[in-house]
Structure formats: C-alpha cells, structure tokens
C-alpha cells in the first residue's frame, strides 16, 4: 500500500521556523522524483520546491529561495522541507508528491500538513 505521510506542520509565527517531512512506503522512492505543494484556502495548488532521484534540488519562486530547502534521504525513505523565515502568506496545507521517473510514471499525494504563520 503506497503511502505518503506528511509531519511537521503547526502554528509558528513571522520569522520562525519549520521543518516538514514526508515519510513514503509502498512503493520505490528512489526511483521517484518528489515535490511539495501548498494549497491556501481559494487559491490553487502551487509547486514549492522539487528534488530529483539523486537530489538536485530547485525552488519554484524567487521568494522561497534563501527561505526554503528541500532535501530527501533515499535510505530512509524521506522527503523535508525546511522553511525559515516564515511570512503570513507561507500560511497553506503543504502537500508531498512523489513522481515516478520511470513507466508507469505513478503520481502518489499525501494527505498534507497545515502551516499557519501568525503572531
């Protein structure tokens, strides 16, 4: 049974830190790529940051960058994201992906985490 589960999320407030995870089970993670998603209330999913098989990471906006880092450990079967420096509008459920790079190029989601930064 393929599962993605997401940890980590909570209230923090402007200018603190959170480090989510993403344990994945079920399938092999290290042949796919994985990416985090936030999703705020009335807005569409939009891509936070990648990483591939073999870790190259990207972020997906400039104003992420300096802020976030995402990272994975292929022996333990996990995907982080840390966020530094959280802004009020950091405030989404943050979800884990994982795409599969080779046929049949399966997507799996979580269930997410819920960030809120405020003071």
């Known amino acids: 049974q393929v599962q993605l589960v997401e940890s980590g999320g909570g209230l923090v407030q402007p200018g603190g830190s959170l480090r989510l995870s993403c344990a994945a089970s079920?399938?092999?993670?290290?042949?796919?790529?994985m990416r985090w998603y936030r999703q705020s209330p009335g807005q569409e999913r939009e891509l936070v940051a990648a990483?591939?098989?073999?870790?190259?990471?990207?972020l997906a906006a400039d104003s992420m960058k300096g802020r976030f880092t995402v990272s994975r450990d292929n022996a333990k079967n996990t995907v982080n994201l840390q966020m530094n420096s959280l802004k009020p509008e950091d405030t989404a459920v943050y979800y884990c992906?994982?795409?599969?790079?080779?046929?049949?190029?399966?997507?799996?989601w979580g269930q997410g985490t819920q960030v809120t930064v405020s003071s």
């Open positions: 992906n994982a795409r599969g790079v080779l046929p049949p190029y399966a997507s799996y």
């Open positions: 079920g399938f092999t993670f290290s042949s796919h790529a």
């Open positions: 990483i591939t098989t073999t870790g190259t990471s990207t």
